[in-house]
């Protein structure tokens, strides 16, 4: 069983950044996927970014260029930098493991979230 914390959220203001990490622990060797997911209110919750075990990265298109998914290996950290914030940014943002696919139906473990607030 793998644990999530995500942490680093935060109020900004458009176009500051923040760095969200995501503490993982537990049976983490087998993952094979982790991304970043958010879900702004009254809205579904999307993908943000995801990374492969073998590096490999992939990200929603509004994001393309602002953020930028990694991870820590040694900690068993997974990081998600976001620049050029804008409002439409906002929402609660959780990080996820998937030891099968990046599909959004493989994600099987979800950390509790952490709020990002982009004011105007």
């Known amino acids: 069983q793998v644990q999530l914390v995500e942490s680093g959220g935060g109020s900004v203001q458009a176009g500051g950044s923040l760095r969200l990490s995501c503490a993982a622990s537990?049976?983490?060797?087998?993952?094979?996927?982790m991304g970043w997911f958010r879900q702004a209110p009254g809205k579904e919750r999307e993908g943000v970014a995801t990374i492969l075990r073998s590096g490999t990265t992939n990200y929603l298109d509004s994001v393309k260029g602002r953020f930028t998914i990694s991870r820590d290996s040694a900690t068993n950290t997974l990081y998600l930098q976001m620049n050029s914030l804008k409002p439409e940014d906002t929402a609660m943002y959780y990080c996820?493991?998937?030891?099968?696919?990046?599909?959004?139906?493989?994600?099987?473990?979800w950390g509790r979230g952490t709020q990002v607030t982009v004011s105007s």
């Open positions: 996820a493991v998937s030891f099968s696919t990046c599909g959004y139906g493989a994600f099987n473990t």
């Open positions: 537990g049976y983490t060797y087998s993952w094979n996927c």
